[in-house]
C-alpha cells in the first residue's frame, strides 16, 4: 500500500465492518457504493485517530472492488496514512475478507482517498508533518 513520493507513512490501522443487508445489492452482494462508503469511513477515522482533529476526504482515486462479498461477511479495512505536505494526506485502504469456508483472506476492494484536516468551522487548516512524525515514531 506505499507510494514513493509520500514523505513518511504511519503504521496500518485496521477496523471490521459486516456486510449487512443495508449494504447489498439484489444479488446478496455488497453494493459497490455502500463498499466505498465504508472504504471512506476507514480512511477518515484512520487519519482522524492519528492526527487527533477532524479530517475531510477531498477526492478518491484508484477505487477497485475485486470481488463481491457477501451479506453476513466480516471485512478488515486495512488504511495507511501518508503525508503529502502540511496540510494533505493520503489514506489507502485495503477491504480484506474470508470468501468461503476455511479460505484464507483475500483484498476484495481497494482504493486512495485525499483527505485535510480542518477547523471547527469545516475549513481547512494546515497541519506540520512534524506533529505527524512525531506520532508515528
Known amino acids: 500500500m506505499s507510494h514513493g513520493s509520500d514523505q513518511f507513512k504511519s ?12 449494504h447489498s445489492d439484489y ?10 462508503r465504508l472504504m471512506g469511513k476507514a480512511a477518515t477515522a484512520a487519519a482522524t485517530s492519528l492526527l487527533n482533529m ?3 476526504a ?9 470481488a463481491p462479498v457477501p451479506v453476513g461477511h466480516m471485512i478488515a479495512f486495512r488504511s495507511e496514512v501518508a503525508v ?25 476492494m481497494t482504493g486512495s482517498f ?6 471547527e468551522e469545516g475549513r481547512p487548516i494546515s497541519t506540520p508533518n ?4 512525531a506520532q508515528v515514531a
Open 11 to 22: 503504521p496500518e490501522i485496521v477496523q471490521l465492518a459486516t456486510v449487512g443487508t443495508e
Open 27 to 36: 444479488h446478496g452482494h455488497m453494493h459497490s457504493t455502500a463498499g466505498l
Open 54 to 56: 477532524p479530517m475531510i
Open 58 to 66: 477531498l477526492s478518491t482515486e484508484r477505487v477497485a472492488f475485486l
Open 84 to 108: 503529502l505536505g502540511d496540510d494533505r494526506f493520503r489514506v489507502s485502504v485495503e477491504g480484506m475478507t474470508r470468501l468461503g469456508n476455511g479460505a484464507s483472506a483475500r483484498c476484495v
Open 114 to 119: 485525499l483527505l485535510v484536516a480542518v477547523d
Open 130 to 133: 512534524r506533529r505527524l512524525a
